[in-house]
């Protein structure tokens, strides 16, 4: 053997194994509209932490047993279930599971962290921290139930109802802090 890389030596492969370790360990999967995360660990690689570099943005990794953080730029998204993110210039996009479309959308004017507790058909709640007071976030709920109202709990208490556009969009703001808010979306009565 040559090793000259021309394919038919025993070098050709050898990134295989790193491709591997991403997609199938670490879990990583680049989409063609998000970074989607969906790692099985063994033991060994709890805790593991990583960037990964996607369309001129550097993601930061952290992978748990117990919970999968993607942070880039002024946002940090964390779930205990597969997700992904999208950084765009209008904000970050989170996708539920292996969604192809977005189920939230945020623009924050600060940095902002999300803890996403429960995301199902009826409820969906996450904990929402700003580093600072004050911070202003715009959020854009998805794939609602078009014509629909739905109540907004931040820490539990009833902050207002809104209805689904024909698209089945839903926009509120809120101004979180330091410490961590909970926002609950459920449906109104």
Excluded at 35 to 50: D, V
Excluded at 78 to 85: G, I, K, R, T, Y
Excluded at 90 to 118: H, I
Aim: hydrophobic share 30%.
């Amino acid at each position: 053997m040559k090793q000259t890389g021309a394919g038919d030596d025993i070098l050709s492969n050898n990134i295989m194994a790193v491709v591997g370790l991403y997609r199938n360990l670490y879990g990583i999967r680049p989409q063609y509209n998000r970074l989607y995360l969906e790692p099985h660990l063994t033991p060994e690689l709890n805790g593991t932490r990583l960037n990964y570099h996607l369309r001129g943005k550097d993601y930061s990794i952290v992978l748990s047993e117990d919970k999968f953080t993607i942070s880039v730029e002024n946002y940090s998204f964390s779930e205990n279930n597969p997700f992904a993110v999208n950084l765009s210039g209008s904000g970050l996009e989170y996708f539920n599971g292996a969604a192809d479309n977005p189920s939230l959308k945020l623009y924050a004017e600060g940095k902002c962290s999300v803890n996403v507790l429960e995301w199902g058909p009826v409820n969906k709640i996450w904990q929402e921290t700003s580093e600072g007071s004050g911070v202003k976030v715009n959020h854009e709920l998805f794939n609602m139930e078009p014509g629909r109202k739905y109540k907004i709990d931040f820490n539990g208490e009833s902050v207002r109802i809104l209805k689904a556009d024909p698209q089945g969009i839903i926009c509120f703001k809120s101004y979180s802090g330091k410490k961590d808010v909970e926002v609950r979306i459920t449906t109104a009565n």
